[in-house]
């Protein structure tokens, strides 16, 4: 049996995967490989390369669904989407910039499998939350099928749910039915420059809690900011950017009411259109960190615990980091040799707990440091038992979370 097998079909996946159980031989599930360095190096001898499991099955605007083999370039629903005005409103983040690769080289499957969101989250959910249907080989060798085209469908267990953010260890995902939204008429950046960590968690908790539909919130600090000016934003000093999307009129309006209701120190200003969607493409994509050679982590806390997070990690060692989420997403880069996990967990930990997973390190250092969140013990046995049902052999993607 050849190192790399490339199936064509679903049929070919379960073959494949049938072989590798039956001879206990585990598999590597790839895609392009855009995010082979994410998590722990898998400790498999053949890789399943889907990349050849490419193509649009069934896209219907009127009815706001796709349909996708899992090998698709998620470049090329974007495209396909982009000319009828429509997106995937969880705006998934691309890691090629970060991970030194080409932007625009991830596949629909490593978007589930990763379970990407951008900067958008907090309005519209994760990417499990707008997965219509799946279709997905078990480790076991098994063809199955959950959802279907439309949201009513979704019923019994939602295994897509279960399968996203799995990170290929359970099944193998073939075929992928996502809704869509149409694209807001217009957008702008309500921006103001200034303020400092806690003033902008403030201003970004105030313009959440209001009616003023904010769709993403974050936090540059001065150095993050000049950074991101050197790519040709329009940023100077801290900023602290609000995203408007919807009807001119609409945003236009809220915008003077986001105006009038914070009522802080810094200066305010506004950006329009494609000034604003390539400043969120780069702070969604972690822009700022993209060509250095430091370790990158990416934590989830409360969004009124991210200025305490980085005030705490900031003063234990050298790091730079940023808030997306309103607060609630940290983007840190640390310097040195030493990706200083126990201290950034102990800040998670300090702050209320959350999530805190390295997202860019080399090979060594993610074998050795737990990439992934450490679960709760009871949390961690209940993920065992999954496993045991859906991969009982172990063949998919071994050691990629750690076990």
């Given amino acids: ?156 267990y939602d295994l897509p749910r279960t399968l996203t953010g ?42 959440m809690g209001s009616s003023a539909e904010v769709s993403a919130a974050a936090h540059l600090p001065p150095e993050i900011a000049a950074v991101l000016s050197a790519h040709g934003h329009a940023l100077s000093g801290a900023a602290t950017l609000l995203r408007l999307e919807g009807f001119a009129s609409s945003v236009d309006y809220r915008f003077a009411a986001l105006k009038a209701l914070l009522q802080v120190g810094g200066t305010v200003s506004r950006l329009e259109a494609e000034a604003s969607r390539a400043l969120w493409r780069d702070v969604r994509d972690c822009r700022a960190f993209a060509g250095t050679d430091e370790h990158v982590w990416r934590i989830s806390v409360a969004p009124t615990a991210g200025a305490d997070f980085i005030a705490r990690v900031q003063a234990a060692f050298a790091c730079q980091a940023y808030c997306d989420w309103s607060g609630g997403l940290v983007w840190l880069a640390v310097s040195g040799e030493d990706p ?13 707990g959350g999530h805190a997973m390295l997202v860019r390190a080399p090979a060594p250092l993610r074998t050795a440091v737990a990439v992934f969140q450490p679960q709760p013990e009871a949390l961690a046995a209940l993920s065992a038992r999954i496993k045991a049902q859906f991969d009982p052999h172990g063949v998919l993607n071994p050691g990629r979370m750690g076990s």
């Fill in 1 to 156: 049996m050849s190192d790399t097998l490339s199936p064509r079909s679903a049929d070919e996946v379960r073959e494949a995967v049938q072989w590798a159980a039956a001879e206990e031989q585990p598999l590597e599930v790839l895609g392009t490989g855009s995010k082979r360095a994410l998590g722990r190096p898998v400790q498999a001898a053949h890789a399943l390369d889907l990349s050849a499991l490419s193509g649009i099955m069934l896209y219907e605007p009127a009815e706001l669904v796709i349909s996708a083999l899992a090998g698709t370039p998620l470049a090329e629903i974007e495209a396909a989407l982009d000319a009828h005005n429509q997106e995937l409103a969880f705006d998934p983040i691309d890691y090629g910039a970060l991970l030194g690769h080409a932007p625009g080289a991830g596949t629909v499957g490593g978007m589930i499998g990763a379970n990407l969101a951008g900067s958008k989250r907090l309005k519209f959910g994760a990417a499990r939350d707008h997965i219509l249907g799946m279709e997905a080989v078990s480790g076991r060798g098994e063809i199955f099928k959950s959802g279907g085209r439309v949201v009513k469908n979704v019923t019994g």
């Fill in 340 to 352: 200083q996990a126990d201290a950034v967990r102990a800040a998670v930990a300090d702050v209320g």
């Fill in 166 to 207: 799995s990170w290929g260890t359970l099944a193998v995902a073939t075929r992928i039915t996502l809704k869509v939204q149409p694209r807001a008429e217009m957008e702008a950046t309500f921006v103001i420059s200034g303020l400092n960590p806690r003033e902008a968690t403030q201003a970004m908790t105030a313009a």
